[in-house]
């Protein structure tokens, strides 16, 4: 605890967002101050990763998951750098230590809804549309509440023109999980347009732009919905 407290201010102004303050903070530190190694390579991995400098936060995570003793291999702090790790792995190709970490984490029981979540995300961005219907479906199995799943499974069913009456149930149900959330919104203003119902889609969509206006693919969207419901 003694070494916590002198990482202090940099954990507050990670944890306010204030993310490239938290980097000056920790590289800054001086070399006699009294501050567990492992402690500050987990904030500097972090706040790299907040940043999307992966190359740099995977080598302080990295740090942490290997100096950790047999009694910590499962702790949730082992588990958390595990899982960004994983993520960070799969979006710059290093698919085999991703897949190494994934089996870890799902080994382990971390967060499994999450964790398939998130590879189905990352599937979807690389245009594996299989792969990443796979893990959604996974992910609901897990936990068939999770938003993040149930949203992202009517999307990418819609975008494929697949079971649109499906993808709208999910996309409802994801919704009221998350009222205020423009991808949750967005999502069902696009089922709708797949299912040419124009003016519905419309609505949601306009709802989600309002509540990101700097989203592209939710401008796109909109723009394409207006174009035929005129």
Known sequence: MAEQEGIEEGISLYNRGNYSGALA??????????????????????????????????????????????????????MQCRYLLAVMYCKTGRQDLADFELNNLISAGYKNASVYASFAFIAWQKGDTDTCIKYYEKSLEEDENNATALNGLGYV????????????????????FAPESAACLDSIGWVYYKMGLYSQSRKYLEQALAKNPENETIAKHLHEAEQVDQ
């Open 157 to 176: 069913l819609a975008c494929q023109n697949k079971d649109l009456a499906r993808a709208l149930s999910l996309c409802k149900k994801a919704l009221t």
């Open 25 to 78: 903070f920790f590289l800054g530190l001086p070399q006699e101050a009294r501050v567990d190694p492992i402690d500050l390579a987990y904030y500097l991995g972090l706040t790299y990763a907040k940043l999307d400098r992966y190359d740099d936060a995977m080598i302080y995570l990295e740090q942490v998951v290997t100096a950790s003793g047999e009694e910590a291999k499962e702790s949730d702090r082992v």
